[in-house]
């Protein structure tokens, strides 16, 4: 089963190589390798353009990832579901949750890849004028990278319920709202006496959606300050069981439609 | 085990639809034996690719049974012994055509060291020997559907599941889908096939189901089902009113014909004459498929 999972993922991949995505990487990759020329341009001293440079350049891929993640869980179903191209693949003997996770475990390869290459960029570039590479950066750019292929995971399960734009719009919701930070919540919503409604709903809608916050640790790299080994690998467990849920529950709606 | 290759008993669906629901299938039963080739027709909408579609597992029935192989239809196993080809020709048209195949192939299970082989003996039987480089989208619409046999045959599977056969197809193809088929039921394959082309069905299946507003409504050989009786064609020219009593009908060009039981032939030739008309031509009365197939849908309507 794991082999037939590797074929669905490759025949997924290779899709998406066919369709060009990897350029839109490497676009992002040249300009955070052109980073350095802008050095003068910012006439900053060095360290402070290394710490816009990192914060520019996380913060890029940070959105990239996300949008990656929200145009390749929406249509990784759902394109084949609209071509048709499903009949055959789903004719073979291939449980449907096979097929769910092989197109998954494609998105994932192309999120983490894509944002691997882009922190590499980063920090060459970086390094190029500091003379140091950071490796902190690929660290914090590969929590990017969990976040969004959570966000990818929800995406895939709204598809298969709704329609392509309603699948993306639901995403990005759930982006915006899971991702507000508890401070932000605690500071301008709850502190707020005119609309207490609105706080509530702000709590209670972010406590059953993933703590995206969770995943942002920017500021680590860019004050330099220590990441925990702990903390990290708490939000993976945390982002890897969010992922198997939201899979699970693709496949439950998924095993029970008329193709 | 049991002899049949598909066994569907009381299948009925009920889709949702913007305005309602659309009954699709109403207690459709079929029954196809190991080895046969078997021909499924009937009207646009009478419910055949819904039929064969739960056979895959890609649609759920509301209620009845469907076995596949004697496995549950949709089941992992009941698909290992299946090979299925989709109404509308559609395949991932980045991929080159070998390529493709060869993951077709795996994902059916075929072992690796098969594949390669098995995917170019596949494209050669479709007549796409030629062709196995390039990529889906570089081909013609007759082409994609060839592509949609081989996909179909590459695991060497004992059933073959077939929506619109010929869709697409040129004659030529067509008649050498003939000779695949045939050649496939030698070898003991059991092949489940629907299509719109009569001729084709009336050539090549052993048995044939008509199917009419989700239900069954014939079964059986071509010869039981054209129950082609003793009768005589007469085409003439001449006139109509006095010889009402023959039920004289419209043929091409001021003819008329009317058919008449063999015994009657001469009787019947004798009246026509008797009239002032002229024999044209006398042959045996021929039904086709086609005519079964009006007759039962009119008469379905009617009900
Ligand atoms: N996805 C669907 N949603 C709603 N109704 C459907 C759907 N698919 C089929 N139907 C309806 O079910 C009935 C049977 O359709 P089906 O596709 O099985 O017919 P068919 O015999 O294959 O016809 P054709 O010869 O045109 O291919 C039709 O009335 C059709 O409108
Ligand atoms: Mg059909």
Redesign the pocket.
């Known amino acids: 089963m794991i082999l037939k999972i590797y074929y669905l993922s490759k025949l997924y991949l290779l899709e998406q190589i066919r369709r060009q995505v990897h350029l839109v990487t490497l676009f992002l990759a040249v300009i955070l390798l052109m980073l350095p020329a802008y050095v003068n341009s910012f006439s900053l001293g060095l360290s402070a353009f290394e710490r816009v440079a990192k914060d520019f350049g996380l913060t890029l891929i940070s959105f990239y990832a996300v949008a990656m993640a929200i145009f390749l869980g929406v249509t990784a179903v759902s394109s084949d579901l609209e071509r048709r191209t499903l009949y055959p693949l789903l004719a073979r003997p291939i449980p449907r949750w096979a097929y769910l996770m092989g197109k998954f475990v494609g998105v994932l390869v192309v999120l983490v890849s894509s944002v691997l290459v882009l922190s590499c960029c980063l920090m060459l570039s970086i390094a190029a004028l500091a003379k140091f590479a950071d490796g902190q950066l690929i660290v914090v750019a590969l929590c990017y990278a969990l976040e969004a292929s959570v966000l990818a995971a929800a995406c895939i399960f709204f598809s298969t319920f709704s329609s392509p734009p309603l699948a993306g719009v639901l995403g990005v919701f759930l982006y915006f709202v899971g991702g507000l930070s508890q401070s932000f919540i605690s500071f301008f919503l709850v502190e707020d006496r005119e609309s207490p409604a609105v706080a509530m709903l702000a709590r209670g809608l972010k406590m059953v959606m993933p703590h995206f916050d969770l995943f942002r640790v920017k500021n680590a790299v860019v004050y330099t300050l220590p990441l925990e080994p702990a903390y990290l690998l708490s939000i993976t467990g945390y982002a890897l069981a969010w992922m198997l849920l939201f899979v699970l529950l693709a496949e439950r709606v998924f095993a029970r439609k008329d193709l | 085990m049991s002899d049949l290759a598909l066994e569907v008993r009381e299948l009925r669906k009920t889709y949702k639809t913007v305005g309602g629901t659309q009954e699709a299938l109403r207690g459709l039963d079929l029954s196809v034996r190991k080895g046969q080739v078997y021909g499924y027709v009937g009207p646009?909408?009478?419910g055949?690719?819904?039929s064969?579609k739960i056979l895959l597992g890609l649609v759920r029935p509301d209620s009845g049974t469907a076995l596949v192989m004697g496995h549950p239809a949709g089941s992992v196993e009941a698909r290992r012994l299946l090979g299925y080809l989709p109404?509308v020709a559609v395949y991932h048209e980045f991929m080159g055509a070998e390529e493709l195949l060869v993951l077709h192939a795996a994902l059916a299970g075929v072992s690796a060291s098969d594949r390669l082989s098995r995917c170019r003996t596949a494209l050669e039987m479709v007549g796409l020997g030629s062709r196995m480089k390039s990529r889906i989208r570089e081909f013609s619409k007759g082409m994609k559907q060839r592509f949609g046999i081989a996909q179909a045959l590459v695991a060497d599977p004992p059933l073959l599941v077939l929506?619109?056969l010929t869709s697409g197809l040129d004659p030529i193809a067509q008649l050498e889908l003939k000779e695949l088929i045939l050649s496939l039921k030698e070898r003991g394959i059991t092949i489940f096939f629907?299509s719109h082309m009569m001729s084709e069905v009336e050539t090549v299946c052993d048995s044939i189901g008509i199917i009419h507003q989700g239900k069954l409504r014939a079964e059986g050989t071509l010869q039981d089902l054209l129950s082609i009786e003793n009768r005589v064609a007469i085409h003439f020219r001449g006139p109509t009113d006095e010889l009402a009593e023959l039920n004289p009908q419209p043929a091409k060009a001021g003819e008329q014909v009317i058919t008449v039981e063999q015994a009657g032939t001469d009787a019947a030739l004798d009246r026509i004459r008797q009239a002032g008309g002229s024999i044209l031509t006398v042959a045996p009365a021929k039904r086709h498929l086609e005519d079964v197939l009006h007759q039962l849908v009119t008469a379905g309507e009617a009900a």
Do not use: L, R, Y
Request: aromatic fraction near 0%; glycine fraction near 10%.
């Open positions: 646009n909408g009478a055949k690719s819904t064969i109404e929506d619109e629907s």
